[in-house]
């Protein structure tokens, strides 16, 4: 079995556990089938910007070129830094986009991943978001109306939790799995007296499972411009990573680049 194409990060099934699939050229490539396999990936040399197509030799924000980069609003400051949302202004790189993406409702939400985490999304985008940070258990909190909303909560809260994931310790494993309804009334509690109105009270929190055959203790990374080809057992995927025996590699990260995928056939 071989697969060329240009990666553009994981799209998911929602199953237990989460099933993984890479979309390559024409081809779906379910990715769970080659856990506990030796699987041989070489970047080919080629780079192609993931929004214009246009050949590039480097990308910017996993897989845009420099003026797609500078010119997209998905590429904008604000898309991390939220609360800065300039969309009122009249500012905004794309209004429509901003329209569609930002000025609609979101979730902030309580994720644990390498601990616990304060965070946003769009609504129903949560499985997505929590699935590509690696969270093992998540809970919205709150539904506000805008983007720029959810992240001025989030950054208040953020004084009280952390609001990054520690990937090293994700990929490990190293979390403790806290009895989250128990913690949103503590956080909720926190919350400023404006925001007291988009509180939600969810009945349960959401447990994810990924596919793993075992524990990585050391964690290499896998530097696709450094070391072009990787030959290794595959032993689980989570987050965006693709985690082998010797290493690991953030697909994510590589989007644009174009890469052969080939497994031995089994018997």
């Known amino acids: 079995m071989k697969y060329i194409g240009f990666l553009q990060g ?13 979309q390559l050229a024409d081809e779906r490539v379910t990715m769970n089938d080659w856990i506990g396999r030796q699987l041989h ?3 080919k040399g080629k780079i192609e910007c993931i929004s214009c197509g246009r050949k590039i030799k480097k990308t910017y924000n996993n897989g845009y070129c420099y003026p797609c980069f500078t010119k997209l ?7 991390v830094k939220p609360h800065e949302c300039h969309y009122d202004r009249g500012t905004c790189r794309d209004p429509e986009f901003g329209k569609t993406h930002c000025m609609i409702p ?7 991943s390498s601990g616990v985490k304060v965070g946003l999304t769009r609504k129903n985008n949560e499985m997505k978001r929590w699935i590509d940070q690696g969270a093992m258990r998540a809970i919205p909190i709150a539904e506000v109306p805008t983007r720029k909303l959810a992240g001025e909560l989030e950054v208040y809260l953020s004084q009280f939790l952390a609001d990054k994931t ?13 009895d989250l309804l128990e913690l949103r009334e503590e956080v909720q509690a926190k919350f400023p007296e404006e925001f007291q109105p988009y509180i939600l009270k969810e009945d349960q929190w959401v447990d994810v ?6 524990q990585i203790d050391k964690v ?4 696709l411009d450094k070391q072009p080809v990787i030959e290794d057992e ?7 990573y693709l985690l082998f025996k010797n290493g690991v590699l953030n697909v994510k990260k590589y989007s644009g680049y174009q890469v052969e995928l080939s497994t031995p056939v089994l018997a």
């Open 220 to 223: 290499k990374t896998y530097n």
């Open 41 to 43: 990936l070489e970047f």
């Open 234 to 240: 595959l032993i689980g995927i989570k987050g965006q």
């Open 106 to 112: 979101h979730y902030v939400y309580l994720a644990v």
């Open 209 to 214: 499972t990924y596919p793993l055959t075992g």
């Open 166 to 178: 520690d990937w090293r310790k994700m990929l490990k494993g190293e979390v403790e799995l806290v």
């Open 73 to 79: 609003p998905e590429n904008d400051l604000c898309i």
């Open 10 to 22: 994981f799209q998911h099934q929602y199953e237990s556990p989460i099933h993984y699939v890479l």
